[in-house]
């Protein structure tokens, strides 16, 4: 249903989405987000990840530090985190999260 609003595109996604993507808010405090609020953080963020499976048996986790690109909001553009406030969801052409997620289709 995503095409209403213009998003016939695929995201990228640099890290598996199945890993737990967290995110490092100003209160210095780690929360878990969603992939597509992950990738478009402008600040700290980590993943945890399997450290590996043996016919059935779970080899633990690890929490590494992610370095990849930053995207603005649902696009495939990449933002310059330098340029960008720090701590918050980044989004094209200053809008917010109402903006973005709002669709002409439902009348709003």
């Not at 878990?32 to 590996?52: A, E, H, K, Q």
């Not at 048996?57 to 985190?81: D, M, W």
């Not at 330098?82 to 989004?91: A, L, M, P, S, V």
């Amino acid at each position: 249903m995503g095409e209403k609003r213009g998003e016939t595109g695929k995201l990228d996604f640099d890290f598996n989405t199945a890993w737990a993507c967290e995110v490092q808010m100003n209160n210095e405090k780690w929360y878990r987000v969603l992939d597509i609020d992950f990738r478009s953080f402008n600040g700290p963020r980590r993943v945890t990840r399997p450290v590996g499976i043996e016919l059935g048996k779970h080899l633990g986790t690890e929490t590494v530090e992610y370095t990849g690109p930053y995207y603005y909001y649902k696009t495939n553009i990449r933002y310059n985190p330098h340029d960008q406030e720090k701590g918050k969801i980044i989004y094209k052409d200053d809008t917010n999260r109402v903006k973005a997620e709002r669709t002409s289709a439902a009348g709003l």
